[in-house]
């Protein structure tokens, strides 16, 4: 059976929480066993928002690390910078020229960073951002993309404007569907369960942090109950736990939490026992390829190649469909 075409990008810029493992990356793992899969990191993307020249190379390169010690394969997937293949801009040109400015100035995240921003001062880039990610995707012709929610929207567009090139020059690009993974846990912010976990103001728990640093972070979790008597911190707390904990602990704790004799300092000292135990391979393997960084490089290197071979041969049909020579 053929394998299905999979794109997806990384983000560049920051290091991966565990939110992001469990929601996300563990998902990519299964995947490449799977499908055709193509990650790449998003450089370009990033340039979007403020960033130092420095540390974007250096995140760059760090976040390749974080997925290949997390298991990513290079030879299962191909995995390169975004910057590195030059049809993504090339391709996102065209589709700008047939998108209209009322379907980038819908898109919810557009509106969500730019605020009560004057628009005259927002950068073009975080506009146009939904027709890049297009480019990202049906350059590969990709089947299925798996998004989160936030990003379902950002397909859908890529599908419209999949539908509006092939109306008008003719059948060429598939029109991607999303892969959500609705068994994946959604962990919370942990001093605002409300929100989703991310990685300012402490709410998250990096993958590479060190265990003292997974204990303190979690510490500080909130357990409060809300006027009905329950607690969202509390269900995120046991959410972690089912992730990363064993069946004798879940089931310690969800006795005594029932039985209202739950210590919940003793609940987070455990999980972060097991959080740092879980990712100590991984903490482990990214000390070795950050100080083997030639190998990091080399395995981006061969990734971009390959994915220029099959960039190219989309740029070749799409030009002469739409009349470049």
């Known amino acids: 059976m053929k394998k ?9 810029s920051s290091e991966p929480h565990i939110g992001n493992y469990l929601g996300a990356i563990r998902q990519f793992l299964k995947y490449q066993e799977l499908h055709d899969c193509n990650f790449f990191i998003a450089d370009l993307h990033t340039l979007t928002t403020p960033f130092e020249p420095k540390e974007l190379r250096k995140n760059a390169l ?9 298991g990513l394969d290079p030879k299962k997937s191909t995995l390169y910078l975004q910057s590195q293949v030059a049809e993504h801009a090339e ?11 009322g ?3 819908r898109m919810t995240q557009f509106k969500d960073k730019t605020g009560s921003a004057n628009k005259e001062s927002v950068n073009a880039g975080l506009l146009n951002y939904p027709v890049l990610m297009a480019a990202d995707i049906l350059l590969y012709k990709a089947e299925i993309v798996p998004v ?4 379902v929207q950002h397909l859908e567009l890529a599908r419209v404007i999949a539908k509006k090139f092939n109306n008008q020059f003719g059948k060429t690009f598939p029109e991607p569907k999303a892969l959500l993974e609705s068994e994946t846990a ?13 990685k300012t103001g402490g709410q998250g728990i990096l993958i590479n942090d060190s ?4 204990q303190r972070k979690l510490r500080k979790a909130v357990t409060a109950t809300d006027a009905t008597g329950k607690s969202k911190g509390v269900d995120n707390l046991f959410r972690l736990l089912r992730e ?7 089931q310690f704790f969800e006795n005594a939490y029932q039985e209202n004799t739950i210590k919940f300092s003793e609940l987070k000292d455990i999980l972060s026992e097991d959080i740092a135990h879980y990712f100590a391979p991984f903490r482990e393997k990214r000390k070795e390829l950050l100080n083997s960084p030639e190998y990091i490089a080399e395995a981006l290197a061969d990734g971009a190649e390959k994915a220029r071979e099959r960039a190219r041969a989309t740029m070749q049909e799409v030009k002469k469909k739409v009349g470049l020579l």
């Not at 760090?62 to 997390?70: C, G, T």
């Not at 065209?94 to 400015?101: E, G, M, V, W, Y």
């Not at 962990?187 to 991310?198: A, F, G, R, V, Y």
């Not at 990363?244 to 879940?250: L, P, S, W």
């Open 4 to 12: 299905q075409t999979l794109v997806s990008g990384l983000r560049a």
């Open 62 to 70: 760090e976040v390749a690390a974080d997925y290949i010690a997390l």
């Open 91 to 101: 391709l996102a040109w065209i589709f700008n020229c047939i998108t209209p400015l």
């Open 103 to 105: 379907e980038l100035y």
């Open 148 to 151: 989160g929610e936030d990003q």
């Open 186 to 198: 959604r962990i919370m912010s942990l001093n605002d369960p409300e929100k989703k976990m991310s």
């Open 211 to 214: 265990p003292a640093e997974i």
């Open 244 to 250: 990363f904990g064993n069946k004798e602990q879940i």
